[in-house]
């Protein structure tokens, strides 16, 4: 136990341990994916509505009849229903016919998705923005995108103070220009310092009570190695940007475009994190989405589960290792001298004797019982070779009485043995039978002078005091069987009449706990005058088997309803004995195999023997049960037996 068991334990909790870690990993991988999602969607939504504010009647209208200065007027007011940062229309030459907001003229037709658009195609991508870029959208864009390094704990050394790029979702969708020229309308969402983006992700991802107490769940948007939209915090009110992602996690996501899935050290404590690279409209690794959730607490529940399973097992085996070895000792040592006394006796010493083994259990019994063979044996060895050589000074003399004293002595010897075999068995079978009825007599004498002591103070308790003098005719009757084994000639049997009231009574007391337990309502009705002639624990057994079966059959209660009726049979008398539930009922298929061996509609812990031994136990005693059901109306069951003439 103290080898085996800490090795099994061991390899158990490393299991589990790896197990707990998976299922971490998968659970982050699932939130990355939700991220992923809500991202690509968003690109989406941004192609989608600039497309269709594009082919929008009101905007081919502007288009027509505006000037300039009143398109950028209508750009301005799309900007604003649509959300976007910046919106302006380019013509195929790659001039800007029109911005919100205004007086934007920069290089423009040089992006993947300005492009596609222009030769007809919708696209979105997340592109980057240089501080230039961005200045000449906006000056107060270019302000928006600023962040200010912060030195982060294992990032890689870098000499920059400052990020002055913006994160772009650009989206871009082909428009007709004037007299029919292909133009396209192009716009976009600064995601730097974009605190509503990633709330939302992370609300997404991480909904009240998703993880345990003392958890937390972040979500990122990266600018290659920096936080430029988050909801991790530095100090309690203040987001963690400008602070960058560590060396391992830049690594393995940006120069190798593989997704992050571990542990990583994230600001300043440790997370189950997730990290995915994200790829601009010229197929360059620009960032990374992330989305995690504090590990502490899910590392302080592995030590605590850890620390329990050790103390557990510590209470255990100090508890349980001495009581094993005490019982070992008494088991082991009696029967390694019994083995040791036989060995010998084997050798030809008819001498060894076991001796004093001081308990009063059946192997003490045991050996006594064996040092009293042995004496036996070696007194019919002494006689045996007295008769040899009794035989041997005859041998010249009385050859032919020799033969036949030998076969004589032959068939007398079997006889001996046999008879020796049986009395052996019934002196033991006699012993045990007179070693029980002492303590079973002692049993009995006190019952009574409880009885004779207490009075009137046993009232209340009547029906216990019945059933243990019923469990002591009970033990009586076993006794009984054995000396019937050891002296049948003085035994004999008597047949039994019962009331079955009285034994449907014994039965409830027996299975009061499962009623209260269930929750289940007992209602009874007798009005029988007449007696059964059946054993009493074969008709208990039936009965109680019937009612654990109804209260099976009532997981959320109900009532239970017991009857005992007069009631002929044939032109027989005899005892009707109801057992009517208000459970789930048997379907009409199932109806017709209840009382088939082995059959059972329980899913655990039913053999499918019961109501098949009772059927038994009540044709033996000149009776049939029956059973009538509907499913969802009750079932109830009738045991028939004839009144005992």
Same mark, same amino acid.
């Given at each position: 136990?103290l ?8 390899v ?31 690109l ?8 269709g504010?594009?082919?929008s009647?009101?905007?081919?209208l502007a288009?027509q ?12 007011q799309?900007?604003?229903e ?36 222009l ?16 200045a000449a ?26 990020e002055?790029?913006?994160?772009m ?13 292909r ?12 605190l ?41 009110n203040v ?19 593989r ?9 300043n404590?440790w997370?189950i ?16 989405l ?5 590990e ?8 605590t589960?850890y ?12 508890i ?10 008494r088991?082991?040592k ?10 010998q006796?084997e ?16 192997i003490a ?17 002494? @006689?045996? $070779?007295?008769?040899a +050589?009794?035989?041997? !000074?005859?041998v010249?003399q009385? &050859?032919?009485? #020799?033969?036949? %004293? ?30 029980i ?19 009137d ?6 029906? @216990?005091? $019945?059933?243990?003098? +019923?469990?002591?005719? !009970?033990?009586?009757?076993?006794? &009984?069987k054995? #000396?019937?084994? %050891?002296?049948p ?21 027996l299975?009061?706990h499962l009623?209260?337990k ?34 099976h ?14 009631h ?7 005892v009707a ?15 017709k ?8 509609t329980?899913?655990k ?5 019961g ?14 049960i029956?059973?009538?059901s ?7 069951f ?8």
């Amino acid at each position: 136990m103290l080898v085996a068991m800490p090795l099994l334990l061991g390899v158990s909790v490393h299991r589990w341990s790896n197990k707990f870690d998976a299922l971490l990993i998968t659970k982050v991988n699932g939130d990355l994916t939700i991220a992923h999602q809500y991202l690509s969607r968003l690109l989406e939504n941004s192609r989608d509505r600039l497309r269709g504010f594009g082919s929008s009647v009101g905007f081919s209208l502007a288009l027509q009849d505006a000037p300039a200065g009143g398109m950028a007027i209508h750009l301005e007011q799309a900007r604003q229903e649509l959300g976007l940062d910046f919106l302006y229309l380019l013509a195929a030459d790659g001039q800007v016919i029109a911005s919100s907001p205004p007086g934007f003229s920069g290089p423009a037709g040089q992006w993947p998705v300005v492009r596609a658009a222009l030769e007809g195609t919708s696209a979105a991508a997340i592109d980057i923005f240089s501080g230039a870029d961005l200045a000449a959208l906006s000056p107060d864009l270019a302000e928006r995108a600023r962040i200010d390094l912060v030195p982060t704990q294992a990032a890689l050394p870098t000499q920059r103070t400052e990020e002055t790029r913006g994160m772009m979702i650009h989206a871009a969708a082909p428009v007709s220009g004037e007299g029919g020229a292909r133009a396209a309308l192009v716009g976009g969402l600064l995601l730097n310092r974009n605190l509503p983006f990633v709330d939302t992700i992370n609300d997404l991802v991480y909904r009240q009570r998703s993880l345990p107490e003392g958890s937390q769940g972040t979500a990122t948007l990266f600018l290659e190695d920096v936080r430029v939209s988050t909801n991790v915090r530095l100090f309690e009110n203040v987001r963690a940007l400008g602070t960058r992602v560590s060396v391992a996690v830049r690594s393995t996501v940006l120069d190798e475009g593989r997704v992050w899935l571990d542990r990583a050290f994230v600001v300043n404590d440790w997370y189950i994190s997730a990290y995915e690279p994200l790829v601009d409209s010229h197929g360059q690794r620009v960032g990374m989405l992330y989305v995690g959730f504090l590990e502490t607490p899910f590392r302080m529940a592995k030590l605590t589960t850890y620390a329990g399973i050790a103390v557990a097992f510590l209470l255990v085996a100090a508890i349980s290792v001495p009581i094993f070895l005490r019982w070992a000792r008494r088991i082991f040592k009696p029967l390694e001298r019994m083995t040791a006394t036989i060995g010998q006796v084997e050798a030809g010493n008819l001498g060894a004797r076991i001796g004093t083994v001081q308990s009063s259990d059946e192997i003490a019994r045991v050996a006594r019982h064996l040092d009293s063979l042995l004496d036996q044996v070696q007194e019919r060895d002494r @006689e045996l $070779r007295a008769w040899a +050589e009794e035989l041997n !000074r005859r041998v010249d003399q009385r &050859t032919k009485e #020799l033969r036949d %004293a030998n076969r004589q002595l032959e068939a007398t010897t079997q006889q001996l043995v046999m008879s020796e075999k049986l009395a052996a068995i019934g002196e033991i079978t006699a012993g045990v039978a007179h070693e029980i009825n002492n303590p079973i007599a002692v049993i009995q004498g006190n019952l009574d002078v409880i009885r004779d002591t207490l009075g009137d103070a046993l009232r209340g308790t009547e029906d @216990e005091f $019945r059933l243990i003098d +019923e469990q002591v005719h !009970r033990v009586n009757v076993i006794v &009984t069987k054995l #000396l019937q084994f %050891a002296r049948p000639e003085e035994f004999s049997g008597e047949a039994d009449r019962h009331r079955p009231e009285e034994v449907l009574g014994d039965c409830l007391l027996l299975v009061q706990h499962l009623l209260g337990k269930g929750g289940i309502a007992v209602e009874r009705a007798g009005d029988t005058t007449r007696l059964v002639l059946i054993s009493r624990t074969e008709l208990q057994q039936v009965l109680i088997n019937l009612i654990v079966n109804a209260i099976h059959a009532m997981p959320q209660g109900g009532r239970l309803i017991l009857r005992c009726r007069d009631h002929g049979r044939d032109g027989v008398a005899g005892v009707a004995i109801d057992v009517r539930d208000t459970g789930i009922g048997i379907s009409p298929e199932n109806l017709k195999r209840v009382f088939d061996p082995f059959f059972t509609t329980k899913r655990k812990g039913g053999t499918g023997l019961g109501l098949s031994i009772s059927q038994s136990l009540i044709r033996r005693a000149g009776g049939l049960i029956e059973v009538e059901s509907s499913p969802g109306q009750g079932t109830v069951f009738t045991i028939w037996l004839p009144e005992a003439v």
